[in-house]
């Protein structure tokens, strides 16, 4: 997110505390749905702050946010969406290697620090037995990994690109949605027996610094990756 896009967000989040509950309620659903919109951040934003200006001044009139963009919103914000500029492939391909970064690095570290292998080297150092400065990588943590990324992008795509679906529809899929739910949940879990089972199964072992500093690096690649892009 450069400068720009950082400080049309600030001056929208205050914008936004002005709103009344059910205007709030109907512009966090069309922000939650051009959160996922093939559109730059700046366009996002831009979006953002004109509805805010639209919204806040239909308030002061003593109107709702209907009066100004219908009861439609998921209509009008795919009207707004395709009047704009897409990402450009090179932009998508950076967002994806700058979140991959990120959680990777989340993930690594978390990884590390409860490791079996970290908790044992810590117990050894305060009763100064031998280190071990190796970790072992096992197929269950890879597919742990794998699972939770997947699992991530699926739940935030799900959550936002259906947030304007009425209770109505909700019920009439909700048969639909419980079979959807269960075959999931069964994958998931013959995932997890699948991990279980596998998981004593070590590919390798790295040197615990080594993984410590491939952790940081991942994390400063994410950093000098996002600066590149406020350029």
């Known amino acids: 997110m450069n400068t720009k896009t950082k400080a049309l967000n600030r001056k929208n989040n205050e914008l936004d505390r002005r709103l009344n509950k059910e205007n709030n309620d109907a512009m966090t659903d069309m922000v939650c749905y051009l959160r996922v919109a093939n559109i730059s951040d700046y366009n996002q934003e831009l979006v953002r702050h004109d509805l805010l200006q639209m919204v806040l001044s239909a308030q002061e009139r003593g109107e709702n946010i209907e009066a ?24 998508r391909v950076l967002d994806f290697i700058d979140t991959l970064l990120l959680c990777t ?14 908790i044992e080297f ?29 699992a991530s992008f699926l739940i935030v795509r799900f959550i936002c690109k259906n947030s304007f679906r009425k209770e109505k529809e909700q019920n009439q899929r909700k048969g639909r949605n419980s079979l959807i739910g269960g075959s999931v949940g069964g994958g998931v879990m013959a995932v997890f027996l699948l991990t279980w089972r596998l998981g004593g199964q070590t590919i390798f072992t790295v040197n615990i610094l080594a993984a410590g500093l491939l952790v940081l690096g991942l994390y400063l690649c994410h950093i000098l990756l996002q600066k590149y892009l406020a350029a």
């Open 105 to 118: 690095s989340i993930l690594g570290a978390i990884g590390i620090v409860f490791s079996k292998e970290t």
């Open 122 to 150: 810590i117990r050894s150092a305060v009763t100064g037995q031998p280190l071990n400065f190796r970790i072992s990588i096992s197929i269950g943590s890879l597919l742990i990994y794998f699972i939770i990324l997947t």
């Open 68 to 91: 100004v963009i219908g009861g439609d919103y998921r209509s009008f914000c795919d009207e707004v969406i395709a009047a704009l500029p897409p990402k450009s492939f090179k932009e």
